[in-house]
């Protein structure tokens, strides 16, 4: 057997270990990413470990300073130090003292302002001013009689923004019944308005909820409603506008707004308007309230950091999966070539040892052929001359005539 045989099988065994170093690794990160494709915690965990050091976490800390944005600073701060991430102290104490009293307070007091008048919050304070003004119908008022005016008079409308209105003022009605019950599926409504309006919600959910609207909204009965509505007088204009909404048809649109609400209350304002321009759909969001009930402030930071793949597999399950198939495959014909080369080494050390052997025996024989082969009179010892006697017992009248 030649070591070409031999050699062949090795040198393939190494190149299926290189090929094994690098797809084995995307193999098991492949298995446990659908293993927790239905678990956006364990995605998110996994996300923040393979993106977040110490040079990301600074630079994102320092561009949301920059920013004016202190709640996304404070989250990736606080994810940071869960993780065990170093941060520069001086980045840290900016951060410390842009939470201070005297700046919270300025920052507060125009938030507030903004989010009662406009309907746009930007954190807590203004979705404050704004959940202020829907609960107390003002809000939802103020979008319905807007919306509503342009629908009557055939502009422009925009036909979401007036849905959600009218659906808020059903809702707002059993928030006041069940003494508070629906207060998160009350606050969702209103970032679901505040998302519209500044664009901070996805074209596939906008388009999910317009259709459910459409479903919740009787269109004939919300015309004539929005015809007669004013602002001045809003008991008419609340009551003509409940009638023109089915209630009981909107059971996947509270979900919905309610999951935006749970978002808010553990994650702040922010993460619940990044949520809704991150999901995609009712159940996407579900993912969201998810994350946030296990992250709490950290949340906003993740979605920054990790985008979809905070909450769903980002490369599809069939490609994950050709990604195990491949390093089994890889892994598997390794341990093949090895088998062979192992086996071809065994094979030849044997023929070798089998040839030596051969070899001795041949040797040997040939030795004990030379010793049988040699002249007879060398084969033993040499005859002694027969005793006298011999022949006297062979001629015994050579004895007689001896005597005689």
């Known amino acids: 057997m030649t070591g070409a045989r031999i050699a062949v099988p090795l040198w393939l065994a190494v190149a299926a270990m290189i090929a094994a170093c ?3 690794p995307l193999g098991l990160e492949a298995g446990k990413l659908i293993a927790a494709q239905d678990d956006p915690v364990a995605l998110a965990d996994h996300a923040v470990a393979r993106l977040l050091d110490s040079s990301v976490a600074n630079r994102e800390i320092e561009a949301a300073l920059a920013a004016d944005d202190i709640d996304l600073a404070n989250s990736f701060l606080e994810l940071a130090r869960e993780r065990k991430v170093a941060i520069d102290p001086a ?3 900016r951060v410390e003292a842009a939470n201070s009293i005297a700046a919270s307070a300025t920052r507060n007091v125009g938030n507030f302002a903004k989010g009662l008048v406009t ?4 954190d807590a304070v203004g979705l404050a001013g704004t959940a202020l003004g829907d609960l107390f119908v003002f809000g939802d008022i103020r979008d319905a009689v807007r919306e509503g005016s342009r629908l009557a008079s055939g502009q422009e409308a925009d036909e979401l923004i007036l849905g959600l209105a009218c659906v808020g003022l059903a809702i707002t009605a059993g928030t006041y019944v069940s003494l508070g019950a629906a207060v998160p599926a009350r606050v969702g409504l209103t970032l679901m308005k505040a ?4 664009g901070k919600i996805s074209n596939q959910m906008a388009a999910w909820v317009g259709r459910s609207v459409r479903e919740v909204i009787d269109a004939p009965a919300l015309k004539r409603a929005a015809g007669n509505a004013s602002i001045f007088q809003p008991s008419a204009t609340v009551k003509g ?16 707004v309610g999951d935006v609400g749970r978002v808010q209350g553990k994650a702040g ?15 996407d969001m579900a993912k969201v309230a ?5 992250k709490g402030g950290k949340t906003r930071a993740i979605l920054k950091l990790a985008g979809r793949s905070a909450i769903m597999l980002t490369m599809g399950a069939w490609n994950l999966t050709m990604w195990i198939f491949w390093a089994a495959f890889v892994a598997l014909k ?6 062979r080369m192992t086996e071809r080494s065994t094979e030849r050390y044997c023929v070798r040892r089998r040839a030596r052997i051969a070899r001795r025996e041949r040797k040997a024989a040939a030795a004990r052929v030379n010793v049988q082969g040699a002249p007879r009179e060398l084969s033993g010892p040499p005859r002694l001359p027969a005793p006298a006697n011999d022949a006297v017992g062979i001629f015994p009248g050579a004895l007689r005539a001896r005597t005689a």
């Open 91 to 93: 980045l840290a104490a």
């Open 290 to 294: 998810t994350l946030a009930a296990a």
């Open 334 to 339: 390794f341990v093949t070539l090895l088998k």
């Open 22 to 24: 690098a797809v084995v």
């Open 241 to 256: 506008i409940r009638e023109a909404v089915k209630v009981e048809k909107a059971d996947d649109l509270v979900k919905l």
């Open 195 to 198: 998302a519209r309006k500044t």
């Open 119 to 122: 309907g746009e919050p930007d």
């Open 269 to 283: 304002t922010k993460a619940a308007l990044d949520g809704l321009k991150l999901a995609d759909s009712p159940k």
